[in-house]
């Protein structure tokens, strides 16, 4: 994560913010009143998306089941139909 001051934000925002983007490395702006974290669209999508799978406990315990189950005992991708 960068630590930024919210003086040098405001002189390299263009920079901090492409940086971000590319790279998905979260900004924390530091000022005197608290911080505040820029994160990209990507990382926002998805930490959004864990949030609601998580919230749902039936898919969130099958989730965990399927974590623990060989992988042999899987269906191959190619054998799903979707």
């Known amino acids: 994560m960068t630590n930024v ?4 934000f405001r002189k390299n ?3 901090l913010i492409e940086q971000t983007i590319k790279y ?5 702006i530091v000022t005197q009143k ?3 974290i820029i994160l990209s669209e990507s990382d926002y999508n998805n930490l959004m ?4 799978i998580s919230s749902m ?7 965990l089941k399927g974590l623990k189950e060989d992988i ?11």
């Open 57 to 63: 406990p039936k898919l969130k315990e099958d989730i």
């Open 34 to 36: 608290g911080n505040a």
């Open 5 to 8: 001051n919210i003086t040098n």
């Open 72 to 82: 042999k005992d899987c269906v191959n991708e190619d054998e799903v139909e979707w």
């Open 13 to 15: 925002i263009y920079n």
């Open 24 to 28: 998905n490395e979260p900004i924390n």
């Open 49 to 52: 998306e864990t949030l609601y």
